[in-house]
């Protein structure tokens, strides 16, 4: 298994590679000077200059790769020439906002969709079944921005059950939890009814049942393991998803995570700040496929390392 | 069992719903409060004062920092770390006497050397200042003793004063920037009412007060300052009491939160005027008539009204009335005919097509408002095509040099961080501010207006600066390189309760001297 994950996180460097190059030649291809940008309009010509120097734009293509490649291979990501942080400060100070988010609504997500799926499929075409899937339907056509509003508004205006947006207590983590939950929760849900669905109609399945073992456990033990694997694999995407790309919900509930430091600096035209966090996202990305993959052999005997 | 649980939980959200409809229950216990939150839409990017250019941080170093002078709530330039000034016959040397008995919060003593410090600081060419041109007038800056200074000028200027007052320009403790260099704006030491008691990027910035301040002790005890990006969400959090103060309120719900009991709304001018830019050296608009003619096509107070909610006021000179020395020239009022009589003159009876460049969600209403242009352009034949870009992409294009410009008709806005005329008439209509390195950006030029704006800017008898720019406000109304708009006004909503916080019209907000009503 050792050699197993020695060659996946080979296998990443390119990968890697790949997401540095793009990330580099794409924040450079979108429109806007980020001298003139991050100066501001009354800054001074010469203030222009130095940023575009700091941010090494007055060199070639090729040489502002180099020292870009340079200062990471250093571990450095540099500093954002608009708030004068190291780039890892940035991060690093919305790490924990995003990491526990994605933890909570994926935890909601899974552990509601994964139950509802089940019982779903167990009962197909139930009032229950009809009721879950119209709910997880509307869930994943919900703009996210909307519903966090109503959340607020009901929650917090006019209940004032509780905090409208911010951290602080755990209370704040409640309606961006729920919020950013819908969509995976509602993905789940369905991914749990079908695969479920599928592996009941197998022949071990038949089998188990010969064996006169009770439902409960026909369903827990052999049906829910295998149908597993599709499952892990949207939640793990899902993962690398949150991360990031939670800006609508981050937004709404003023909550400081990784994809509105991503945005406010594409906005910004931020390039260290902007690679940076991709590249960062983009290695959260690649270890947490590595440990889905390990996991599948955990849930399915039929999966190898080879 | 299953079916059990699900009706159990559509009850509960009914019964939430409810209660929810019978009416807000959000009151908090009537504990005497000494602290405020303050929700703002962008983030602080930086605590360095002389490196700052935006907004939200300015509010902030304003209370960790002092100036030499300052703006009281009624927009005068008043003493704050300098006593009292005077300035030589020609205007170029500027002695100040500074305020004794100032320490900054690391015990560093304020004095002459330290004003010395600064201000070199900022001529340095090594720092980083943004807004290097509200100091670089400064030639060299003199210890007279340990409580007077003198700064000598390049050239007379007179708005210098006015200049001093810009939160770009506060005093840093010099043992401080020895101390932190490069991280000093994330470990700010400053002689003002507050200091940095934890900052936790993109999520609070938290003040508490300094209790050796040398000024009036603020009331307040803690200010956290929070970047809420949603507009609605401000709302929500004032509304549900997570927040005391919230900063750019959308105009059209100014009504709805007037009524709110629990609520005071403050609708002020600001500084920051609206303006569509020609490009005069467009094929169309280098004629005056036509630009003559898309002013008086434009109906201003509609656009006040109608779009912006009353959140607005239609200008009637180039520079506001909030700034020296305004003169009322008088706005082009709304002529549809004129219009279509001085496009005829001028050779285009049946009009011509022109592109309109626009940011969205820079300025209030931004899109609607180039709409309501575009109509009333076509009303008087002109086809204008509306083009939208995002903000960074727009600035960029607008500030290209003249033989790159690609734009025609676009909008802009100029909001500057002091009140004198000089620093909205001079970088915007000079012959020598074009760009890219200045913001003239529609190749304005009438020498005569150039040299009254020099004149205004040098000599430092009021009277004459006031005939020299109230002659260019005259001049550049006439020439029409802009289609005058309007001013925005800013909304501020806070809790009733609250009092004594001073909304400036450079969109700042001073808040050492408020307090919670009993």
């Known amino acids: 298994m050792g050699v197993y994950i020695a060659k996946r996180l080979l296998m990443s460097i390119p990968v890697l590679l790949g997401v540095i190059i793009l990330v580099f030649l794409m924040v450079r291809m979108v429109p806007g000077d980020p001298a003139v940008v991050m100066a501001g309009e009354q800054a001074t010509a010469e203030q222009v200059d130095a940023i575009r120097a700091e941010l090494h734009l007055d060199k070639p293509l090729p040489v502002q790769f180099g020292l870009f490649m340079h200062d990471l291979a250093k571990g450095d990501l540099g500093r954002s020439p608009r708030t004068h942080a190291p780039v890892s400060e940035e991060i690093g100070a919305r790490l924990g906002n995003s990491v526990v988010l994605m933890f909570t609504s994926l935890l909601l997500a899974t552990v509601i ?7 779903s499929a167990v009962k197909p075409y139930s009032l229950f079944d009809s009721l879950a899937m119209l709910v997880s339907l509307i869930g994943v056509s919900m703009p996210v921005f909307w519903l966090g509003l109503m959340f607020i508004l009901l929650f ?27 969509v995976p929760l509602a993905m789940i849900s369905r991914m749990t009814r079908s695969c479920v669905l599928e592996v009941m109609g197998q022949d071990y399945i038949r089998t188990a049942r010969a064996k006169g073992l009770p439902e409960r456990v026909v369903i827990a033990v052999h049906a829910l393991k295998n149908a597993f694997i599709p499952i892990i694999t949207v939640v793990g995407l899902q993962m690398g998803n949150l991360l990031g790309g939670a800006v609508l919900t981050e937004n709404v509930f003023a909550w400081p995570g990784l994809g509105r430091l991503m945005v406010d600096s594409i906005l910004a035209r931020d390039y260290p700040v902007v690679q940076g966090t991709v590249l960062f ?26 | 069992m299953k079916k059990w649980i699900a009706l159990l939980v559509v009850a509960v959200m009914f019964a939430a719903l409810a209660s929810g409809c019978g009416g807000g229950s959000s009151q908090k216990p009537a ?23 935006s907004t939200p941080s300015a509010i902030v170093t304003e209370h960790i920092f002092d100036t030499l002078v300052t703006l009281d709530k009624d927009f005068k330039i008043v003493p704050r770390l300098a006593e009292s000034w005077q300035s030589s016959p020609d205007g170029k040397e500027w002695t100040f006497k500074l305020r004794k008995g100032v320490k900054f919060t ?3 003593v304020f004095n002459a050397q330290v004003v010395k410090f600064n201000i070199e600081r900022l001529l340095d060419p090594k720092v980083k200042v943004l807004l290097r041109g509200y100091i670089d007038q400064v030639a060299k800056v003199e210890v007279v003793d340990e409580y007077t200074v003198k700064m000598i000028l390049k050239y007379p200027h007179a708005p210098f004063l006015a200049r001093l007052s810009s939160a770009s320009n506060a005093m840093l403790s010099p043992a401080a920037v020895a101390k932190y260099g490069a991280d000093i704006g994330r470990n700010p030491v400053g002689t003002g009412p507050y200091k940095v008691k934890e900052w936790v990027r993109g999520d609070k910035l938290v003040l508490e007060r300094n209790e050796e301040y040398w000024g009036a002790k603020p009331a307040i005890k803690t ?26 309120v959308p105009p059209v719900e100014y009504d709805r939160l007037s009524k709110n009991a629990n609520v005071k709304v403050v609708r002020s001018n600001s500084t920051r005027e609206i303006y569509m830019v020609m490009n005069v050296n467009n094929q169309y608009l280098k004629d005056p008539r036509v630009r003559q003619a898309l002013n008086y096509a434009v109906n201003k107070e509609e656009i006040v009204n109608g779009i912006l909610k009353g959140a607005g006021k239609a200008v009637d000179s180039p ?5 020296f020395p305004y003169k009322k020239v008088g706005a082009y009022e709304f002529n549809p005919t004129k219009a279509k009589q001085l496009l005829a003159e001028a050779g285009y009876p049946n009009g011509f097509k022109l592109t309109i460049h626009h940011p969205v969600g820079r300025y209030l209403e931004d899109k609607r408002l180039v709409e309501a242009i575009q109509g009333y352009l076509k009303n008087v034949g002109i086809d204008a095509e509306l083009k939208t870009m995002e903000w960074a992409a727009y600035l960029t294009f607008v500030r290209k040099p003249a033989d790159q410009a690609e734009t025609q008709l676009f909008l802009m806005g100029w909001g500057p961080w002091i009140l004198d005329g000089d620093q909205m008439l001079y970088p915007l209509f000079v012959s020598g501010e074009f760009p890219p390195g200045g913001n003239n950006y529609g190749f304005y030029k009438n020498d005569e207006v150039d040299a009254l704006l020099k004149k205004g800017t040098s000599t430092t008898v009021e009277k004459d600066r006031a005939d020299a720019y109230g002659k260019a406000q005259e001049l550049i109304m006439k020439d029409a390189p802009w289609i005058f708009l309007h001013s925005e006004m800013q909304i501020v909503a806070m809790k009733k309760n609250l009092d004594g916080v001073v909304v400036l019209p450079i969109e700042q907000l001073r808040l050492a001297g408020a307090k919670w009503a009993q």
């Open chain 2, 223 to 248: 200010v956290v300052f929070k970047p809420v990006p949603d507009n609605n969400t401000r709302l929500a959090m004032l509304e549900a009491g997570d927040a005391d103060i919230i900063v750019r």
């Open chain 1, 281 to 306: 996202i983009a290695v959260c990305f690649v270890f947490i496929n590595i440990l889905i993959d390990v996991l599948y052999v955990y849930l399915d005997a039929r999966v190898r390392f080879d």
């Open chain 1, 156 to 182: 917090s205006v006019q209940l004032g059950l509780l905090p409208a947006a911010g951290t602080g207590t755990w209370l704040h983590l409640v309606l961006p939890t729920v919020c950013l939950a819908t």
């Open chain 2, 106 to 108: 690391d015990g560093t």
């Open chain 1, 113 to 119: 969709g994964v139950a509802t799926g089940v019982i």
């Open chain 2, 319 to 323: 520079l506001l009335q909030e700034m």
């Open chain 2, 31 to 53: 504990a005497v409060k000494d602290s405020i939150v303050v929700a703002q839409g962008t983030d602080i990017e930086d605590l360095d004062p002389h490196g700052i250019a």
